[in-house]
């Protein structure tokens, strides 16, 4: 028959005034560790007792219960209870609730307080932070909260924040799979998305340092210490509508500011005023940049100037610092070293004598009229100011006999046949330019300030346009063996003569394969591209690629009339006819050089006959129309379809300008100055530059909608149809 197991009897428990209550010599807790005696007292005032103490019966010499009892377990509560006692805030026979246990127990009392601490489990610290988080979420505030468990605020703000990590990562740390130190770092971004990402990618890497992963999670913000956000000022980015991230856990140098881009914008923007400001000194140019890159005033002249005379009052008051300065030097001379105050003294009179005498400079009005300033910022966020530059192309010059032509503003259009006359655009006169990186800062080319004058080209358009001659050129030469070679004697020729530099040269003889910057989205699908990528395919297919030696044997073998064929297409990923951007400041290409680029390439279209028109090339809304002015549209429909036909146009808006012109133009053959070859010219004596269009004389033929000659009178209409 199986034995019963014994039930357990627990201790009773009863209540047992304060003033029967000794401290036990059994009590295993020597040493004092955690929430002190004071901060636990004022929690008892606050809640109560909530854990009973440990007590036994306390005998006499025969054995008798004296009606005292011991405490091995629970002596910090009891001195708790003391201080409070002592501090008449708790009655000196006020019931304590105890458990009992009896005086012949055969578990001895320093085992009771040996367990009680022992097998105390300690609170998770995710536990904690989820507590904190609770109490918050109903309604106790911060202050509160650190008040009641006896903790600083900023202590109860980290363990909320820690609170607020994404709830995969929480887990992740409450299994043991992060330490404190690496959730303390994911706080720093809010985004939970980010946060989860982050972990992911370095959870299995050998890097998981907490400074890893905050790097990683702020790596496309800006700190407040840099220049930039010095310059702004942190307040400003935030009544932006910036967000900066803050770390709670360790200094941030004032944190992390989330949006570059709006802090880039207000950079830009309180420089552009800076520069507004300065304009009223009658500066010709005025260039700003948040960077200048090394050598930016490299082939500038510098002006000098004139430092600017003193008051009389800042003259009375450096002669009256100068005259403490050497007072002071005279009267302590004779001794090793200077008094600290004295020494202290000294450095300020020196500094405030310095900012007296470093004058502004005054320049010459008629060289202000002609130079420029560069306004940037200091590497510590302050404001830098560099006036007085004169530019090469702005120094006074001799007129010279020869003058380029008024006329000549129009590649294609007159002039010497084998010079292009066409640049890059510039901006006009007329009081002080402000640019940034070369443009001017504050254009607006809305429709509504079209005042139908003939502008430049945008020059975002010119790229994109000469990047389809380009690709043209380079269908052609890839066909034209002989002017392959030609053009490649040319530059090696050219590079073997000319002790300066060749560079400009629409060639790149490595050959190294140009990269259009700036493309139409149609580009790629042109019947230039397609003959282009199906010649390029023939090749790679006959090729031995990827065998050094073998590719030798092959090219050693090929026919010659091969081997010019696989030179001519090699050569032609060379052609580069790309309209780019001027270096204003000596890195890349320069004005001269684009030119002559221009120039060259201008030859080579002549040898290939190219021809725009056949390589695929039309006037469309999104290629070209609707990225001009409306006087430009205006101008194409004229030279294509004749005056009548644009005056039918010229009360459109713009839109819808745009799409009737493309209509009137598919088929014309007409092409902006850009891609115009200036030594084409029609027949029978008449000279009308290439991609004019072939029926500017004919407009009676052109099919308008009704809606272009509802509003018009017959007369009007019928006098228009027969010009």
Known sequence: MAKLAQKVTLSPSRDIPFDKLVLSQSNVRRIKAGVSVEELAEDIARRGLLQGLNVRPMLDAEGVETGMFEIPAGGRRFQALSLLVKQKRLAKSAPIP??????????????????????????HPLDQFRAFQALREKGQGEEAIAAAFFVTPQIVKQRLKLASVAPALLDVYADDGMTLEQLMAFTVNPDHGRQVQVWEAVKNSWNKEPYAIRRMLTETSVRASDRRAVFVGVDAYEAAGGVVLRDLFQGDDGGWLEDPALLDR??????????????????????????????????????????APMTDEESAAHASLLAEYRALEEEYSGQDEYPE?????????????????????????????????????????????????????????????????????AMGQGGDVGVSTWKPSATSAGGTVITSGGQPIGADASDEEDDGALKPLPERLVMELTAHRTLALREAIGRSPDVALTLLLLKLVTDTFRTSSASGS?????????????????????????????????????????????????????????????????????????????NPYGA???????????????????????????????????????????????????????????Q?????????????????????????????????????????????????????????????????????ASMMAAE
Not at 100 to 111: F, K, M
Not at 293 to 301: A, E
């Open 266 to 307: 207000l950079v830009a923007a309180k420089l552009q005023a800076e520069a507004e400001a300065l304009a009223s000194e009658g500066w010709k140019w005025i260039e700003v940049a948040t960077d200048l890159p090394y050598g930016y005033s490299h082939g500038l002249r510098r002006l000098a100037g004139d430092p």
């Open 506 to 582: 629409c060639l790149e003889a490595s050959v190294r394969h140009v990269y259009m910057s700036a493309q139409a989205p149609d580009l790629k699908d042109s019947v230039v591209a397609k003959l282009v990528d199906e010649r390029h395919a023939a090749w790679e297919a006959d090729l031995p690629l990827g065998d050094d030696a073998a590719l030798w044997d092959y090219l050693t073998v090929l026919d010659h009339g091969s081997r010019l064929a696989l030179l001519a297409h090699c050569l032609s990923f060379g052609i580069n006819a790309l309209h780019e951007k001027v």
């Open 648 to 716: 039918l146009l010229d009360h459109l808006k713009k839109g819808e300008m745009a799409t009737e012109a493309e209509r009137l133009l598919k088929g014309s053959g007409w092409l902006p100055e850009v891609l115009r070859r200036a030594d084409l010219v029609v027949s029978d004596g008449e000279e009308i530059a290439e991609g004019q269009g072939e029926d500017a004389e004919q407009p009676e033929d052109v099919d308008l909608p009704a809606f272009l000659t509802a509003d018009l009178p017959d007369s009007a």
């Open 588 to 646: 890349g290409i320069s004005a001269s050089g684009l030119t002559r680029r221009m120039t060259h390439a201008d030859l080579v279209a002549r040898a290939v006959d190219l021809d725009m028109v056949e390589a695929g090339w039309e006037p469309t809304v999104d290629g070209y129309l609707n990225r001009v002015p409306k006087a430009r549209i205006l101008e194409a429909v004229r030279e294509a379809k004749g005056e009548g036909t644009a």
């Open 341 to 409: 105050e004295i020494d202290a003294r000294l450095g300020q009179l020196e500094m405030a004598m310095e900012a007296l005498e470093q004058r502004p400079l005054i320049y010459d009005e008629a060289e202000i009229a002609r130079a420029g300033v560069f306004v940037t910022l200091d590497r510590d966020g302050s404001l830098a100011v560099y006036r007085g530059y004169v530019r090469p192309e702005d120094e006074p010059r001799e007129e010279t006999a020869v003058q380029d032509g008024d006329g000549a503003d």
């Open 98 to 123: 105890c458990i009992v246990r009896d005086a012949a127990s055969e578990i001895l009392a320093e085992d009771d307080s040996l367990a009680e601490n022992m097998q105390r489990v300690a609170l």
